[in-house]
């Protein structure tokens, strides 16, 4: 099962900042906060991971708390195309499978 | 830019047939995946594939499953006995072995529709 609770929906408003909260509390040292979205059916797409620091790449910014328990997932400007279901999922670095839970639907809207 | 592709887009087939879907993954990665998603619910794991063994499997995939790399480009996922609740979409997906960030990508999916 997923070690990971996230809100089922959220809208936004295209422009704006999308913040997709998570929360993993038994989250283990060794574990990473990996993110992915899923657009309408087609395949998961990876967005970003941390272990505690926060990180930024030209898709989305992670913030991860001190105690590692929750993040956030940071969309700076949203658009239409970021409508999709995120995914917050915590497992160890490496080949280990992914294990996905229900997500966020994130409505972006005009 | 890379893409795992996946081969047929759409398949419809009896139940109790066999079907075979394809997969060609990125051409530098060596771990492969197969995932499913039933309609309306979560995407699962069925199996991974590392130097031409299974490296872990869920209990999705029981006999009626199996997996192979016929060639040095595709990977396959075939059910031998095709049931109603086989219907969903499989996703298939690969991986570096090691350094980076060991990202999964995922291919567009292969939808199974057993009547």
């Known amino acids: 099962d997923a070690k990971t609770t996230q809100p089922p929906s959220m809208d936004c408003a295209e422009g704006r900042a999308a913040n997709l909260p998570c929360n993993h509390s038994t989250i283990s040292g060794n574990e990473y906060v990996y993110w992915y979205r899923q657009i309408h059916s087609q395949g998961p797409q990876y967005i970003i991971h941390g272990l505690k620091n926060n990180e930024t790449n030209e898709m989305a910014s992670l913030i991860i708390t001190e105690d590692r328990k929750s993040s956030t997932l940071i969309l700076p400007h949203a658009t239409l195309r970021d409508t999709a279901v995120y995914y917050c999922i915590v497992r160890v670095k490496g080949n280990t499978p992914l294990v996905f839970g229900k997500g966020t639907r994130l409505s972006v809207i005009a | 830019e890379p893409e795992v592709t996946q081969t047929p887009s759409h398949q419809v087939t009896q139940m109790g047939q066999e079907v075979i879907l394809r997969c060609v993954p990125i051409s530098n990665h060596l771990y492969f995946y197969w995932y499913r998603q039933i309609l309306g619910q979560k995407v699962e794991f069925l199996v991974s594939?590392?130097?031409?063994?299974?490296?872990?499997k869920s209990e999705i995939f029981d006999d009626q499953f199996s997996v192979e790399r016929p060639d040095g480009s595709n990977f396959t996922l075939k059910i031998r006995s095709t049931k109603l609740e086989d219907s969903a979409m499989y996703f298939c997906?690969?991986?570096?072995?090691?350094?980076?960030?060991?990202?999964?990508?995922f291919g567009p999916g292969t939808r199974l529709t057993v009547l």
């Open positions: 997906a690969s991986s570096v072995t090691s350094g980076g960030p060991n990202e999964q990508f």
């Open positions: 594939f590392y130097n031409n063994e299974i490296s872990e």
